[in-house]
């Protein structure tokens, strides 16, 4: 297995467990209930070489707020602790209400004409983001979550 296979494997590995177990703990400790069409997205943001430390910048300053205002309802957001994930890699969970609604929502988010400022004025200086993985999770029968 080349070194770039197994870091890809790895990083999908940690975004999924991590997605498992904090979202079950989370809903839990939440008190909440998922309901019948509402998904989860996990979402893996690959940054650049150098360009983590932006990527989470611009999620401090103003892309969490933004998920919110167009009804993206951020669950957490974590690095890996070890590398190579650590040097690159931002995982998160959102909700959204169903999948038809998730797809409204991030459409809505690309054509914000404030969003589109602000995304153009961050990668003035480059990309940051090299790839993004997207995985659509419902809760099973058994979860906590439901």
Known sequence: ??????????????????????L?????????????DRVF?????????????????NFR???????????????GYWTPQDPPGSENTLIFLVAHDSREAAARN??????????QKLTNASRADGEIVEKIDSTFLVP???????
């Open 1 to 22: 297995m080349t070194r770039q296979a197994a870091r890809l494997a790895v990083t999908a590995l940690l975004s999924f467990a991590a997605g498992s177990l904090v």
């Open 24 to 36: 079950s703990s989370l809903v839990c400790a939440q008190g909440a209930r998922a309901a019948s």
């Open 41 to 57: 997205e996990l979402r893996v943001y690959h940054a650049l070489p150098g360009r983590l430390p932006r990527l989470q910048s």
């Open 61 to 75: 300053e103003h892309n969490v707020r933004f998920l919110k205002k167009h009804g993206i309802t951020s669950i």
């Open 106 to 115: 991030w459409k809505e988010l690309r054509e914000d004409p404030e969003w």
């Open 140 to 146: 099973t029968d058994y979860s906590p979550s439901r």
